[in-house]
């Protein structure tokens, strides 16, 4: 069978070859890495800008950031039909393509997560490398421990007052150009589609700052929401804990203490999130109202096949309703659940719609085709390209996050 | 009495007076300015499609199939045949069963996923048939999106795709107006039309011209003025398809019109 056949209906005219070629982990690409740019930038209001009430989650959206950062990779790698060449994007980067520059954007973008994770994370590193130290008979977890901890303090045991001030200048620093690196990184997924000319739908400038835009909001609504989970994990650890160690937090101070994290959090969401309808709304009405030639099969793909996805669950559930979630007084926590819940599901919409809509319809612009997605897998291709392959994608940042919590605690003070 | 040294003088300034008209005559060389006028190359392919001529045999494309290792009966090919039907309402029915392997023996306009519309002879204004292939565009879009270039232009100006570089991203197939590429279902890699660059380079015809019973196919060069194609190119009113996104493309169409897509 071809390649884009066991999913792809037709209608009308197609040209023979046409299929849905770029399938639902295109659709997880630039949702993943929307999320990664958004978590940096929620974690870079803190460190650049000093907005102190976003102290509690910046460190955790920075570490988050990092989780997420590999999985931006993964939906790449599940639908390139060559995998193990996959590396030579990076090794033989063809320029005039937009995704040559991934190799370098990525890769840059990273280094700059990691050194700033590094110097905020330095004081952690070397107490416990030095704790670990001072046991003779380590037993071998701890003896694991120690190696690891000596690994990432890189031979520097110097947390004098002096030196930790200079690790928070060099965190504003690489915070400060990690925001453009960032905005890059996600703005440059966008170009991968705002350049493809043979696309009506994705032909657009202003593909990369709607993807800018939309990245931000979910990012900040995907922190938001793992804050929350965390926080009542900890809650409910903290009840039981309590009673024998009273010097911890008690269950009331955390709940202060994350409602106001999270009040101050839906803020930004809200601003970002106004800034991305605004540029999505005025893209469709310039369509409209220019009506090129493409305009006739794009209106009855936004306005007749994909009306449920566009206008109904994009619009409606992913931006009217949060909204109204956030903008009503009085915020509570499970409100807020609901309402970044809702977020995320209006940004990973928009980038469906994006990139499945934008394949709806024949670049002979007198057909359409639908995309079914394969839920329960057949085949290692119907695996990968489809529900199973996205869930994957979906749920490995959670993991990797649960091991660097490990190593980098998101919650414990260290400066 | 001239001294030497005068002589020196004088005859290095003839001899330098003397070289400019004769470098002259080097730089305006006709031959060399026609050369540098068409960038010094001899050969560039071009493709002559004469629609009024093809009945939708389908013979180029069986051929194109079997030349090329394209999987006889997967649903995708390098090349391929549209029937357009014209009907009084003003309205456009398109369709192109397995690309027209076959032929269009079915009058019924296929619609996809099965379903047929039946189309009475007396509301048909104009029906023909369209053949399609790749471009090989001047300024290939999927030569420019290919992130590793594994999809590159050769001098004569083919497209051609390296099967052991391409790492199947797709976004070649995605940048095509014209929709030519595809995944080859057993290499697993981008394909695309090539103007059977293994027969024109070895002086051959490509298999669809070849294969073509009625000459509504024919490969040239754009290059040499006494080329037959050159010459009906020149000469006659030919068009190409969605020139709008700017590939040049290098196929060029005697009877098209506006309904074609």
């Given amino acids: 069978m071809v390649h884009g056949e066991a999913w792809t209906l037709k209608e009308f005219f197609t040209y023979p070859n046409e299929y849905i070629y770029w399938t639902i982990q295109i659709v997880m690409y630039p949702f993943m890495t929307g999320l990664v740019a958004g978590a940096f930038v929620l974690s870079s209001l803190y460190h650049v800008f000093g907005v102190t009430q976003l102290k509690g989650i910046a460190r955790f959206s920075l570490v988050f950031s990092f989780a997420l950062l590999p999985v931006a990779m993964l939906p790449l790698m599940l639908h390139l039909q060559q995998p193990q060449r996959g590396i030579e994007v990076m090794m033989t980067p063809h320029f005039t393509s937009a995704i040559a520059a991934f190799g370098i954007v990525f890769s840059t973008y990273g280094m700059i997560v990691a050194s700033e994770l590094w110097f905020v994370y330095r004081k952690h590193f070397v107490e416990n490398a030095l704790k670990l130290r001072e046991i003779d008979d380590r037993n071998l977890s701890e003896h694991l421990w120690h190696l690891l901890y000596t690994v990432l303090s890189l031979g520097t045991t110097d947390i004098s007052h002096e030196a930790l001030e200079a690790d928070e200048r060099a965190v504003k620093k690489l915070a400060a150009a990690g925001i453009p690196v960032a905005c890059f990184l996600h703005g440059y997924a966008g170009f991968i589609f705002g350049s493809v000319k043979a696309n009506a739908l994705w032909m657009t400038p202003l593909m990369p700052v709607i993807f800018i835009c939309s990245a931000v909001v979910s990012g900040i609504a995907l922190c938001i929401l793992t804050y929350i989970i965390t926080m009542e994990i900890r809650k409910f650890l903290a009840q039981r804990r309590h009673r024998e160690h009273p010097e911890l937090p008690s269950p009331d101070e955390l709940k202060s203490a994350e409602l106001h994290v999270v009040t101050m959090t839906t803020k930004y969401l809200v601003m970002f999130l106004v800034a991305a309808i605004t540029l999505e709304l005025l893209d469709l009405i310039f369509r409209g109202y220019t009506a090129m030639k493409s305009w006739d099969i794009l209106r009855s793909v936004i306005y007749e096949r994909d009306f449920v996805n566009i206008f109904v669950i994009q619009y409606g559930l992913g931006n009217l309703l949060p909204f109204i979630i956030f903008l009503t007084p009085g915020l509570t926590i499970r409100r807020a659940l609901a309402g970044t819940s809702l977020v995320l599901l209006g940004v990973f919409m928009m980038r469906w719609n994006v990139v499945i809509g934008g394949q709806a319809f024949s670049s002979s612009l007198s057909g359409f085709m639908h995309y079914v997605l394969p839920v329960w897998p057949d085949s290692m291709e119907t695996y990968k390209e489809g529900l199973m392959g996205a869930l994957t994608v979906a749920i490995v940042p959670f993991c990797l996050f649960y091991l660097l919590n490990k190593v980098m605690p998101v919650f414990k003070d260290t400066h | ?261």
């Fill in chain 2, 1 to 261: 009495m001239i001294s030497r040294r005068d002589f020196c003088k004088k005859s290095l300034l003839v001899a330098g007076g003397l070289t400019i008209p004769l470098s002259a005559l080097e730089l305006f060389n006709p031959a060399r300015l026609e050369a540098e006028k068409t960038d010094g190359k001899k050969l560039r392919w071009v493709f002559l499609v004469d629609t009024h001529k093809c009945v939708g045999c389908g013979f180029c494309v069986k051929a194109c199939k079997t030349e090329n290792e394209v999987p006889y009966d997967a649903n995708v090919t390098r090349t391929w045949i549209e029937r357009y039907v014209i009907t009084k309402d003003g309205k456009t029915h398109i369709d192109s069963p397995k690309g027209g392997r076959d032929g269009f023996e079915d009058s019924r306009i296929d619609v996809g996923e099965g379903t047929f519309e039946e189309i009475k002879n007396e509301e048909i204004n104009k029906a023909f048939f369209v053949p399609k292939l790749c471009n090989q565009c001047d300024n290939p879009p999927c030569v420019q999106v290919c992130p590793v270039g594994a999809t590159y232009q050769t001098k004569d100006g083919v497209v051609l795709v390296d099967r052991s570089w391409c790492i199947g991203c797709g976004y070649c197939v995605m940048g095509c107006p014209y929709g030519v590429r595809f995944f080859h279902p057993v290499h697993h890699v981008a394909e695309k039309c090539n103007f059977c660059y293994h027969r024109i380079s070895q002086g051959m015809q490509t298999a669809c011209v070849d294969a073509c019973p009625f000459g509504a196919r024919r490969i040239g060069n754009i290059r040499d003025p006494n080329d037959p194609v050159t010459k009906v190119i020149m000469t006659e009113r030919v068009n190409v398809l969605k020139e709008e996104y700017g590939t040049t493309p290098q196929v060029f169409y005697l009877g098209l019109t506006k309904e074609v897509k």
